[in-house]
Antibody, heavy 118, light 106 residues
């Protein structure tokens, strides 16, 4: 059974940094691209960032480019999202999602909540 | 960046009726289009990919169609568990989600 467990969320002041983690199990982690998706309270889904199997290809939404960095550790089966210069608009539930071999997301974690507030 | 739009924002439907949801892409995404269902308090669930292919375990009452920039999700006979928010997503150029359509009970 695929399991994606996010952690690292919490309350952080504007301008500060936070690192999210997603521990993966139940599938061959290094065979799937991975993504972060966020959902602000009461709002829709926003793709944040994605990373290919070997980290050679990385993409970001315009809203986080230059502030967030995605990475992965294939030896430990962990996906990361380093977030800096956080803004109140970054407040959201952050999901880790597994990319199917054809592109859409076939498994999701339950999310970790990030709240940016003074 | 490819922009996705969805209509309507809210669709009120009676149980047993048909629901038709629309999704439009700002540029050609070929058939690289997926639909997701999200129930309150839950993570999204993949329904359709490749514009028209049902994901594993998805009932036949869910049908996807379209290509290029215009796509449709049809739910043929709404069941109680189908009242939820539906998102389309393009995966032709990284990923983008539409704003969602909420299907609620009429």
């Amino acid at each position: 059974e695929v399991q994606l467990v996010e952690s690292g969320g919490g309350l952080v002041q504007p301008g500060r940094s936070l690192r999210l983690s997603c521990a993966a199990s139940g599938f061959k982690f290094d065979a799937n691209a991975m993504h972060w998706v966020r959902q602000a309270p009461g709002k829709g889904l926003e793709w944040v960032s994605g990373i290919s199997t070997n980290s050679a290809s990385i993409g970001y939404a315009d809203s986080v480019k230059g502030r967030f960095t995605i990475s992965r550790d294939n030896a430990e089966n962990i996906l990361y999202l380093q977030m800096k210069s956080l803004e109140p608009e970054d407040t959201a539930l952050y999901y880790c999602a597994k990319d199917s071999k054809s592109g859409p997301f076939d498994d999701w974690g339950q999310g970790t909540l990030v709240t940016v507030s003074s | 960046e490819i922009v996705m739009t969805q209509s309507p924002a809210t669709l009120s439907v009676s149980p047993g009726e048909r629901a038709t949801l629309s999704c439009r892409a700002s540029q050609n995404v070929r058939s690289n289009l997926a639909w997701y269902q999200q129930r309150p308090g839950q993570a999204p669930r993949l329904l359709i990919y490749g514009a028209s292919i049902r994901a594993t375990g998805i009932p036949a009452r869910f049908t996807g169609s379209g290509s290029a920039t215009e796509f449709t999700l049809t739910i043929s006979s709404l069941q109680s568990e189908d009242f939820a928010v539906y998102y389309c997503q393009q995966y032709n150029d990284w990923r983008t989600f539409g704003p969602g359509t909420k299907v609620d009970i009429k």
